[in-house]
């Protein structure tokens, strides 16, 4: 039944425009309306003929009870006993205009009555106060009839009770109220209607235009596509409007931002986001796909503002998960590093051999000789103690690569002789080079400008755990940005990272946390960055 009932809802729905749908509600609101006015109008009546009918029923029968003739007659009434009675009674029901008026004894038996077949019957009824001697008013069902009576009794002289009167009419029928109401109930429908077609008409044009013409059932199925659409896609989509308030946010983006289920609504500020992300997310983004570290991944962010003829509506950011990606990138860059050195070791050979070659030729053999000494001498220096102290080639690789860029650039690069490091496995080496090659890295931009720059390398392999100590001798890191230096999550393509870090170092401590590790700064007469994570 339910589902036939949604069925024609439907169908109704899809059939109907919204301005009909309109004035169909105001039509049964109208109807509604109607029935109570009727009903409210109909008791209304009905408490005005009481008022009314009962004080002019309850003034007719007192003014015939304090009649003279009649407390003079009414102790010796009895049934046919005469006319006086009967015609007094008479008298007082057509100048009151009343349906009718009995008199009875003092033991409520009728000896007159306007209705004869009522003489001989008592008139008392259980609710009447007439046999206290007081005055009553109150409706009464008699042989199918719904009366309103007046009961006063007739006192002697003596104050004694010797008869009552009563006098009254019958109830109007519902139709009889009808009939009454009828015209004004009519008119306030006319005028109703009227009003109700008028207003749907012109309210359903305000809201089609408010909607762009579209139906309620374009809307609904509007909304449904944008549901199944919003969250149908991988990448987290979140909008926020001109005052900071979130107001759609997919499951991806509530997942990747870390916000509470119930975030739509709240701003930003309530929800303790981030300063970098409700950067992001609030300001004209200068070029595409920048990078934050939230949490322990790296999120790219696309904004979009979103404005109209009339107003700004905020904007739309897209954004999604490239932590592995980033991290394959540092490796990559690594790698093209190490390709790099290698060529220019390979030009810096061949420098040599043209140099060996020109000595040849001079006949300066001792010269050749003290020569190949020296450059092997310093290079199997350099190979011996790295290989010796580090057995995992991939780094072993990594620091013959940092030493040679460090030599050309002036920068005196030595490996601590306490340095050790055991081969270990494919991820466990690829991290390694990720959290070594951006110490360096940084550290070498630091001593950039130092007159002997020089960098330290310590590795230390123990019980599982994997040590990496780099120091330099450059300005040091400024006291309010070491809390923010791994933070900032700014890839190298955004140059407004304060503090002259990049994104390594936040993505280092990403590394090292992933393995239940992490990596501190100090300032030792230069930097000196520790890196821990489990291998």
Request: aromatic fraction near 4%; hydrophobic fraction near 40%.
């Amino acid at each position: 039944m339910s589902f036939k009932a949604s069925h024609f809802g439907n169908y109704f729905a899809r059939k109907i425009s919204l301005a009909g749908q309109y004035l169909i509600l105001q039509l049964l609101i109208i109807a509604v309306v109607l029935i109570g006015v009727v009903t409210v109008s109909l008791i209304q009546s009905t408490n005005n003929f009481e008022t009314v009918e009962g004080r002019r029923s309850l003034s007719a029968a007192e003014s015939l009870a304090a009649n003279p003739l009649m407390r003079e007659l009414m102790p010796q009434a009895a049934p046919e006993m005469g006319s006086a009675l009967p015609a007094m009674a008479e008298t007082t029901r057509s100048i009151s205009g009343l349906q009718f008026v009995t008199l009875a004894d003092e033991q409520g038996m009728i000896v007159t009555s306007t209705f004869p077949d009522e003489v001989g019957t008592s008139i008392l009824h259980p609710q009447s106060l007439v046999e206290r001697g007081r005055g009553w008013t109150g409706e009464v069902h008699r042989n199918g009839d719904h009366l309103l009576i007046a009961q006063v009794p007739v006192l002697a002289d003596d104050g004694q009770m010797v008869g009552i009167v009563s006098a009254g009419q019958a109830y109007p029928s519902t139709q009889e109220l009808v009939q009454e109401i009828a015209p004004s109930a009519l008119i306030t429908l006319v005028i109703a209607v009227v009003l109700g077609a008028t207003g749907s008409v012109l309210l359903s044009r305000r809201v089609k235009h408010q909607t762009r013409g579209m139906e309620p059932q374009e809307i609904a199925e509007l909304f449904e596509h944008r549901e199944a659409l919003l969250h149908g896609v991988k990448e987290g989509i979140i909008s926020v409007s001109p005052d900071s308030r979130i107001m759609l946010a997919n499951d991806i983006a509530i997942e990747l931002l870390q916000l509470p289920s119930n975030c739509v609504g709240r701003t930003l500020a309530e929800l303790q986001v981030a300063p970098q992300v409700s950067h992001a997310l609030t300001t004209n983004q200068q070029q595409p796909d920048r990078q934050f570290l939230i949490g322990e991944r790296v999120v790219v962010f696309n904004r979009m503002p979103v404005k109209t003829a009339r107003k700004d509506l905020g904007s739309v950011t897209t954004f999604r998960d490239r932590t592995e990606l980033t991290l394959l990138e540092q490796e990559l860059g690594d790698s093209k590093a190490t390709a790099d050195m290698l060529r220019a070791q390979t030009h810096e050979f061949a420098n040599h051999l043209h140099a060996i070659s020109g000595l040849i030729q001079l006949e300066e053999y001792h010269e050749v000789v003290r020569f190949i000494d020296g450059v092997s001498f310093s290079r199997s220096k350099v190979l011996e103690n790295v290989l010796a102290q580090i057995a995992e080639p991939t780094i072993s690789a990594l620091l013959i690569a940092k030493s040679s860029v460090c030599a050309e650039r002036g920068i005196h690069f030595e490996v601590s002789e306490h340095t050790k490091l055991d081969r270990g496995d494919e991820q466990t080496a690829r991290d390694l080079t990720t959290v070594i090659g951006n110490l360096i890295d940084n550290a070498m931009d630091a001593v950039a400008q130092s007159a002997a720059p020089r960098i330290s390398l310590s590795i230390a392999d123990d019980h599982g755990w994997v040590t990496v100590v780099v120091s330099d001798n450059g300005i040091g890191i400024a006291d309010e940005a070491m809390s923010e230096i791994f933070t900032q999550g700014f890839s190298t393509k955004d140059t407004s990272v304060s503090g002259g870090r990049g994104f390594g170092l936040a993505l280092s401590r990403l590394v090292c946390r992933r393995r239940e590790g992490d990596i501190e700064a100090v300032n030792d007469d230069g930097a000196r960055f520790t890196a821990t994570l489990r291998k």
